[in-house]
Structures are given as structure tokens and as C-alpha cells.
């Protein structure tokens, strides 16, 4: 659909290279894949392997439809009704998406466990005195990471169904209702199909990379079985290869996302259709809707959050305050400068290989984005591994031979680069999706006007796709500030993130000593939600 | 105009990560910054050394050998005789000599080749509950697999590093296949799926949820002094139970906390003065004072609360005999879903 560009050979070797350069931590670990287990492959093959796929397919089929539920129903109550404070409920929908899933399994495990207020209550308020005389569903289960999970999870897949519900015409409304159909079942579902199964499929690849979550559960999936492997059984090989194994969950999601873009391209030039009138409610309808879109929303962060908070409350102290204060300033600037890279590279990659239309270049910035779904951690030794590759070549061309002065292992710059390669896929696909909606005929227009390729990117495309640039810079902001494996890995000496310093205290279950670092980062990364969140609702407008 | 400015600021990152270059000592620590903050800061107060330190639980071996020799590490420090074991085992750690080192460590509590050095030992005791439980009815670590307890244990995962290096003692004492069915034996009478840590054991003891759990005894003392009154009373539920303590027995399995020097560390005079500083009476003494360990200093007694709970024997096993083990304790830990 778009024109073949001519005059762009330098701009698609800058991105092949760059889609090397991020390939290659995922390479270095294929590498590592190959080398000898001693046998150690069979036996994982012969005891703990069934369970982990199994777990592991288990766990994301049950995020995949709970989450579903909690954003489809309630996407389309938004889009479609306006009910008193319809618009407060709307914001909050995405409030779990600053959460970490790590920090609500550990507010709702303290909560629901056996030793938990819940439990403890229930039990004197029925003087049961041991865990046989009654029924309580654990907490720390395949159900309770299902739970937490979607709890978590499912703005996703509500901020894309949202987006296609209020897209759909006036005109095909009228007919449904002429019809006497259900506008939801008939109409609605069925036209936000492909936006909902790409929603799916980001939650799935979540799913897949969580550590923090299953740890806390013990829920043996393949994520927590690479980790046994590895440091119980001291093979980074088998660990490597179990992380290559999980690599084809992986792809078969990314060709799911894939397919599902396919089936909503659209080029909408025309601004004559009509938009879908948004219906009134009042009364009982209205108290149900607001229900309805309430419970995940208390699910997935006012439960949790008032766990936190009442924790936190127990154990404050002015030094513990002063002291999270210093490392939000860190928090922050890692996630400016770390966002603001992956937007400039999402950019650069999906504008260029979109716009010359080069099939070949499009796979290619497409794999280098699969980072998302490893484990933090098992990406994080890719990423040593090759930082530690480049400070080799750098050393090659060190003529003053005064190596011991520069290169990059240990510094902030690792950091960057391993956010580069997990968040990339988050700014590609807002980028993308943003670039789809925009005119091909625009870009023609600028080149046959005789405007350079670099010009026409800068003055055609850049403008047009701003909106979608800082919805993913906002995305990716929030998700660096909640990410723990690879910061807690690669960070310099004496740097903390609001995650590693909750990390410490929640590693030692000492949780009114974590709660207050978990409360600042999720109230940190509310004010980029609701910016985010002014942000879309304007591109309706 | 961004695109300029983007590899200046990355210029100033990496300048900054590289410029400090004084008397300094880089660490790698497993272990969590707010428990070993006192002492290096009793080290700095004493050398004038400053201390910098990147803490992780995973992977830190991974990242020193990639570094290679641009390794900014100076010091390792691990919680467990496991990991000190991969750092060896990788090539990563120096050999040194200090005769300071070899005066406070006994050699079974270190390598053979210098590399790393135990600085304080925990004891793996069970803790049972003292409502429930007859004092004296569970005496060896062994007892545990003994279908008389059937739901009454809680354990923290087998994958634990302190559970592996324990079933890896067991299979030094019995062999593969008795630690098998001990193993077996221990999971089939569990209250619970295997979750939590050892603080998480104890809770569910006070609960009622389980009788009976194993867990590093410094534990024991965290929750006793703890400022939750919830966790002093959880507490005051147990007795403590050293294992294995008959004449005939071999005692109660120890692990270790301990460090090691960087392969190509530039700051290898400071990195072992913090080591031997360790070992130091004052620093010791910290241990036990602090996180309730053992010194493993020869000369320095047990701090007066640990004496208080009772002495012990402990196993003689060699340390790393437990790191070479580990793999099979973990192929165990993998066949009977502890």
C-alpha cells in the first residue's frame, strides 16, 4: 500500500544494523543454547518438562479469557453509554496498567493466604481452628495467578477494544438495531476482533515473560523452570535452550498479533462517516454499568493499592520517605531517557521499513522487537554477554592502550540498551498502528512535489503520527519504571530504581518495609496514565 | 536536534559510570544492601575505603564473565555456598593469599585454592510448633520423612538454595537413592504446595496451617526482635529443634555466607582488606549481633542470644562438598515436585 521510495538505501542500512545490534543479545543466548547439557535434557525432558508447558499454556489461556472479560464487556459499556461519572470510570480502567503484577501477588498473597486478616477473621467469626474444617480457594495457585494476572493485565486489551467499539459506524448500528440483533454479539465483537486478539496476544507475551508473579506462587512454568535450571543446576546452556524452547509460544503469539493487523488495515481518508452517537443511562442501568466496570478496576488496583497503603502506613518512618524520594529522582530519569530512546529507534525502524515498503527489513525490525516476551533476566545475560562483546571490539580500536578508561559494561548505558530490546515491541506497535491510519497518498504527494525521503519523514509522517509516538513514549515509560529483573542485573554499583529498592525488602517477605517504595511507584506511573488516557480521547474528538 | 543529543547524553553516562577511580572497593552481592551496610560502612569508618555495591540475587556470575577483564568487580559476596561454588567454578575468582585469612577461617569452611572464604555460618534448623508438637518427639532431620507427620510440614520450595544445599548434605550422608525417598517421603507430608520463604513458614505455623518447618535459624531471631509485634508472636509459638545432635549423628547442616575476590579486580589490596576485616573479631561479632550467624572465626564465641537457644554440633561435612552436590539434589528436588 505504500509507494517503493527510491533514494533510501543509507536510511535501510542504518536500520538493518541497528535491527542486528538488537538482535544480538537474543542471538548470544541461541549461541549459549548449543552447547553441552551433560544429559540434562533428558532428565528435564523425563520429570519437570510436561509440568512447565503444561503450567505454562494453563496460565495463559486462563489470563487470556479472564482478561478478556474484564476489558471487552466493560470497553464496550465506555464506548457505547454515557452514565454519571462514566468518564471518572473510564480513566480508572487503566489505572491497574501502572501495577506491577509482582507487587499486587504479594499485597493479595498477604491478604488471602491462610495466615491472612481474610482468613483470620473468617475463621473466628466461625471459630474453625485448622485448615481441614473448611474451604478456602489458595491464593498461591494457578487460579491465583490467573487472577492477579488479568487483574493487572487486562488494560490492554480494554484500551484497544475501546479504540475499535467507537469506531464502528453509525450507519452499521442502524442496521443491527433495524434488525433487531445485538449490537454487542452481532456487530461490535466481530469488528473489534483483530484489535481485541492483538490486545490478547501483548497480555499472553506478559504472561509468558513473568518471573516476579510465579516465583512468588511457585507456579512452575517454563519462566521459573529456566531459573531452577540455571541456578540449581548450574547450566546456563539448559537454562538457554529451555528459554529457546519458549521461544516458539513466542512467535506463535507475534503471528497471531500479526495476522490480527491484517485483518483491521484500514486507510480511513474519508471524515465522512458518521461517528456513533453514545447513549444515555440513568437509573438502575446506570448503578450496574458503573458495577460492571468497577470490579476489575478494584481488582486490579483498589484492593490491591489499599493493601499496600495500609502496610505502608504501618512501618513509615522520615529517613525510609527521604530515602525513596532520592531513588524516584533515579526512577524517573532511567524511564525518561530509556523511553525516549525506544521511541526514537521504534520510530526510525518502523517509519523507514514501513515506507520503503521492504518486506525483507519489516521482518527483520519485527524480530529485534521479540525481546518483550523473554525473561527479564535470561535477557539480561544476553544483553551482558553482547555489551561485553562490544567493549571487546572496542578495545580493538584503543591504539592509546589506556583500556582501562572506557567501555560501556557497568554503566547506565547497558541499562538503556537492555530496555532498548524488552520495551522495543511496545513503541513499534503504537508506532505502527499510528502509521497504518495515516494516508499513503500524502507521501506520495511530498515526493513527486520533489521533497527528500528524510524530508518527507520529518515533514509528512513525524507530525501526522506525534499522537502515537508519545502514547508509546508514555507506554514504555511506565513499563521501565516497573520493570525489576533486568534493572536489579545490569544496573551501575549504588543505583536503585524504585523496583530493585521494594525488591530487597519484598525478597525477605518484609512487606511494610516494601509497601512504601510499591506505593511510589504506582502512584508515579498514574500521572503518565492519565496523560496518556487525554491523549486518546482527543484523537476521537 | 534529538538526534544530536541523544549520543551526548549517552557520552555522559558512560563517562560518569567510568570517572570515580580513589580508593574504593566494587562489590557484587547477592546478599540485600540493608544487611551488610553496617559493615561496610564500619569498614569505611576504619580504612577510609569507600564501598560501591550492586546487589542482585540472579545472574551476577553471568555479568562478571561477560565483563571479562572490564569487570569493574572488585568483590563478590553470596549468601550460600552454591553460588560461591558457580564463581569458582566459571574461573571467576582470584586466588589469594592472606595469612590473616587463613588464621580465622577453618579450611573446612573455605576452598582449597584460596578463592573464597566463609565469613559467617547459619545453622538449617526445624522450628515445631510448641502448642503441638511434643518436645523431643522429632530429633534428626531425617524424622521428617516419617509418615507421622502427614500434613503437618511447611516448606519454602526444594529449588531453594538452602534446601538444595541441605538435601545435597543428606545425599553426602545417605547416598542417592535413601535421599530420594527421604525426599519423597518429606513431600508427602507437606500441609501446603511448597511457597514462601522461611519467615512465611514460621507464620504458618503461628496459623495453625502446619506444626512443623525448616528454616535458617537467623530467622528465628529476625522475628523474635522483629518491630512487628505480629512476627515477636510468631515467635514465641516455636521450639527450636538443632537436628541430628546424638553422639552417633553427624550434626546439624551448616551453610555459609562468603566472598571472594574478582579475577581481574583493579582494587585487589582493598577487596581483601574487606575481606579480612570481615573475619576481624569486630565484624564477627556483627554477625550475630546483627543477623543472628555464627562467626566462623575460631576465637570469637557465638553472640549471647545465639548461646541462649541452645549449642549445637554442627556437620563437618566440607562445604563445597554440598556446591558439587547440588545438581543431583536439584535432579531429586525435580523428580519428587518438592
Known amino acids: ?101 509482582y507487587l499486587v501477588a504479594y499485597a493479595y498473597t498477604d491478604f488471602f493466604e491462610y495466615a491472612g486478616p481474610i ?63 445485538s449490537s454487542f454479539w452481532k456487530l461490535g465483537l466481530p ?39 540455571w541456578i540449581g543446576m548450574n547450566s546456563i546452556t539448559a537454562a538457554a535452550q529451555l528459554a529457546t524452547f519458549s521461544f516458539i509460544f513466542i512467535i506463535a503469539l507475534l503471528i497471531l498479533e500479526i495476522k490480527s493487523r491484517y485483518g483491521r488495515r484500514f486507510n480511513d481518508t474519508s ?38 497503603l495500609s502496610n505502608a502506613l504501618g512501618g513509615l518512618s522520615w529517613p525510609s520517605i527521604l530515602e525513596s524520594f532520592v531513588i524516584l529522582k533515579n526512577t524517573l530519569l532511567v524511564s525518561f531517557v530509556g523511553s525516549l530512546t525506544v521511541m526514537f529507534i521504534a520510530t526510525l525502524c518502523v517509519t523507514v521499513s514501513k515506507i520503503t515498503d521492504d518486506k525483507k527489513l ?94 518527507t519523514i520529518t515533514k509528512i509522517t513525524l507530525p501526522l503520527i506525534r499522537p502515537s509516538i508519545i502514547a508509546g513514549g508514555v507506554l514504555v515509560f511506565v513499563d521501565i519504571m516497573k520493570e525489576l529483573p533486568m534493572t536489579l542485573l545490569l544496573r551501575p554499583f549504588n543505583f536503585d530504581t524504585l523496583a530493585t529498592h521494594t525488591y530487597q525488602f519484598a525478597h525477605d517477605e518484609l512487606m511494610s518495609e516494601a509497601s512504601l517504595p510499591a506505593l511510589m511507584i504506582i502512584l508515579a506511573g498514574l500521572v503518565p496514565i492519565i496523560f496518556l488516557n487525554k491523549i486518546l480521547r482527543s484523537n476521537y474528538k | ?51 560501591n555495591v550492586v546487589y542482585s540475587t540472579k545472574g551476577l556470575a553471568q555479568r562478571l564473565k561477560a565483563e571479562g577483564k572490564n569487570s569493574p568487580a572488585d568483590l563478590i559476596l553470596t549468601v550460600d555456598i552454591g553460588r560461591l561454588y558457580i564463581y569458582q567454578d566459571m574461573g571467576l575468582l582470584a586466588s589469594i593469599s592472606s595469612l590473616k585469612l587463613d588464621k580465622n577461617i577453618p579450611s573446612h569452611l573455605k576452598s582449597i585454592d584460596n578463592t573464597w572464604f566463609g565469613l559467617s555460618k547459619r545453622a538449617r534448623i526445624i522450628v515445631t510448633s510448641k502448642e503441638r508438637v511434643p518436645v523431643g518427639s522429632i530429633k534428626n532431620i531425617e524424622d521428617l520423612s516419617d509418615p507421622r507427620w502427614k500434613k503437618k510440614i511447611c516448606s519454602r520450595p526444594g529449588s531453594h538454595v538452602y534446601n538444595r544445599a541441605l538435601l545435597a548434605s543428606i545425599i553426602a550422608e545417605h547416598g542417592l537413592d535413601k535421599a530420594e525417598i527421604w525426599a519423597k517421603g518429606l513431600v508427602s507430608n507437606l500441609a501446603r504446595r511448597p511457597q514462601g520463604n522461611d519467615r512465611a513458614q514460621v507464620k504458618a505455623i503461628y496459623h495453625g496451617q502446619c506444626d512443623i518447618a525448616i528454616i535458617n535459624n537467623y530467622y528465628f531471631g529476625k522475628l523474635k526482635y522483629s518491630e512487628d509485634p505480629d512476627q515477636r508472636e510468631w515467635a514465641k509459638s516455636l521450639n527450636l529443634v538443632f537436628p541430628n545432635q546424638a553422639k552417633s549423628e553427624r550434626g546439624a547442616h551448616v551453610n555459609i555466607s562468603g566472598g571472594g575476590v574478582a579475577k581481574y579486580s583493579k582494587n585487589k589490596v582493598e577487596a ?32 549471647e542470644e545465639l548461646k541462649s537457644w541452645g549449642s549445637f554440633k554442627e556437620d563437618k561435612l566440607p562445604i563445597d562438598k554440598i556446591a558439587k552436590l547440588s545438581g543431583e539434589a536439584q535432579k531429586i528436588i525435580d523428580r519428587v515436585g518438592w
Open chain 2, 1 to 51: 536536534m534529538l538526534k544530536f543529543k541523544i549520543p551526548t547524553f549517552f557520552a555522559f553516562l558512560i563517562f560518569f559510570a567510568n570517572l570515580a577511580h580513589s580508593a574504593e572497593v566494587n562489590i557484587y552481592s547477592h546478599r540485600q544492601p540493608f544487611l551488610i551496610n553496617p559493615f561496610l560502612e564500619a569498614f569505611s569508618n576504619k580504612t577510609g575505603i569507600k564501598t
Open chain 1, 362 to 455: 519489516q521482518v527483520f525490525s519485527k524480530l529485534s522487537a521479540t525481546g518483550y516476551a523473554f525473561p527479564g533476566t535470561i535477557l539480561a545475560i544476553g544483553v551482558i554477554i553482547t555489551v561485553g562483546y562490544f567493549d571487546k571490539i572496542f578495545l580493538l580500536f584503543d591504539f592509546t592502550n589506556s583500556n582501562s578508561t572506557f567501555y560501556i559494561s557497568g554503566s547506565l548505558f547497558v541499562l538503556i540498551f537492555a530496555y532498548l530490546i524488552r520495551f522495543l515491541a511496545v513503541g513499534y506497535g503504537a508506532i505502527l498502528s499510528g502509521l497504518e491510519k495515516t494516508s499513503p497518498n500524502l507521501i506520495w504527494a511530498s515526493r513527486t512535489l520533489g521533497i527528500s525521503f528524510s524530508g
Open chain 1, 1 to 101: 500500500m505504500f509507494p517503493v521510495v527510491n533514494n533510501t538505501l543509507l536510511w535501510k542500512i542504518l536500520v538493518y544494523f541497528l535491527s542486528v545490534a538488537l538482535l544480538s543479545p537474543l542471538i548470544s543466548l541461541l549461541l549459549i543454547s548449543f552447547g553441552n547439557t551433560h544429559g540434562l535434557w533428558t532428565h528435564l525432558v523425563e520429570t519437570v518438562l510436561a509440568r512447565y508447558v503444561m503450567n505454562t499454556i494453563l496460565l495463559m489461556l486462563g489470563v487470556a479469557a479472564l482478561s478478556s472479560v474484564f476489558g471487552i464487556f466493560t470497553a464496550w459499556i465506555i464506548a457505547r453509554y454515557r452514565f454519571k461519572f462514566s468518564k471518572v470510570i473510564d480513566l480508572m480502567m487503566l489505572l491497574p496498567a501502572a501495577c506491577p503484577a
Open chain 1, 119 to 181: 482468613q483470620v477473621i473468617l475463621r473466628n467469626l466461625m471459630s474453625w481452628s485448622s485448615p481441614s474444617e473448611y474451604f478456602f480457594p489458595e491464593i498461591r495457585s494457578l487460579g491465583g495467578a490467573i487472577f492477579v494476572l488479568s487483574s493487572v493485565l487486562y488494560p490492554y486489551i480494554y484500551l484497544l477494544a475501546r479504540t475499535a467499539f467507537r469506531q464502528i459506524p453509525e450507519s452499521l448500528l442502524e442496521i443491527t438495531s433495524l434488525y433487531n440483533k
Open chain 1, 271 to 308: 471524515r465522512k462517516q458518521r461517528r456513533p452517537e453514545i447513549l444515555n443511562l440513568k437509573g438502575t442501568k446506570a448503578f450496574f454499568c458503573c458495577f460492571i466496570c468497577l470490579l476489575p478496576v478494584s481488582f486490579g488496583f483498589l484492593i490491591p493499592i489499599s493493601i499496600l
Open chain 1, 191 to 229: 469488528i473489534a476482533r483483530p484489535a481485541i486478539v492483538a490486545g490478547v496476544a501483548l497480555v499472553c507475551m506478559e504472561v509468558v515473560s513473568d518471573f516476579g508473579t510465579v516465583e512468588y506462587f511457585s507456579l512452575e512454568t517454563l519462566t521459573l523452570g529456566i531459573f531452577n535450571v
Open chain 2, 272 to 303: 581483601i582488606l574487606l575481606l579480612e576485616f570481615l573475619t576481624d573479631p569486630t565484624a564477627q561479632k556483627l554477625y550475630g549481633d546483627i543477623n543472628f550467624e555464627y562467626p566462623v572465626n575460631p576465637s570469637i564465641n557465638a553472640s
